[in-house]
């Protein structure tokens, strides 16, 4: 088994990934709406910044920022995962805190999204990168993080 790798996130990474979705991606795919390898092509392509988690040829993750105007000093950030990213879940948190602290050091003032309040595994994920929750509302929690 090879270590897991963070590459840039290509639209064809959709194909691959929606076919291993966790219950939870789905979910959230599904919530958005369209079908599951368009939404994820467009998040891509949408995305200023974004990055597929490989491990040994398999995509764990994908996970990517959005901002409104390419100037705007504020992102929203969102992702996507497979099974496969609890079994290296702390590679990926770590590589995911420095992607994060760089960004929030260089370009974004804040950086914030939604999360579903039943995510368990993506509210402990966003903990650990150090983002605030809000308590839930309406069923998401809102998540924030503001350059210190």
């Known amino acids: 088994m090879s270590a897991p790798v963070i590459l840039a996130a290509m639209p064809s990474d959709a194909k691959i990934i929606a076919r291993n979705l966790r219950k939870q991606s789905v979910k959230e795919v599904e919530r958005v709406g369209g079908a599951k390898v368009e939404q994820i092509e467009a998040a891509i392509k949408r995305a200023q910044y974004s990055w597929t988690g490989w491990v040994d040829g398999e995509i764990a993750c994908i996970w990517g920022i959005e901002t409104v105007t390419i100037m705007a000093d504020e992102a ?5 995962s497979t099974p496969l ?3 290296h879940a702390f590679t990926f948190v770590r590589k995911s805190q420095i992607f994060i602290r760089e960004l929030m050091k260089q370009r974004f003032k804040l ?9 368990e595994r993506s509210i402990a994920w966003l903990k650990w990168l150090g983002f605030k929750i809000n308590a839930a509302q309406n069923g998401m ?3 924030h993080m503001n350059r210190v």
């Open 85 to 87: 990213v609890e079994k």
């Open 76 to 80: 929203t950030l969102w992702m996507i």
């Open 111 to 119: 950086i914030h999204g939604m999360v579903s309040a039943d995510f």
């Open 141 to 143: 929690c809102y998540f």
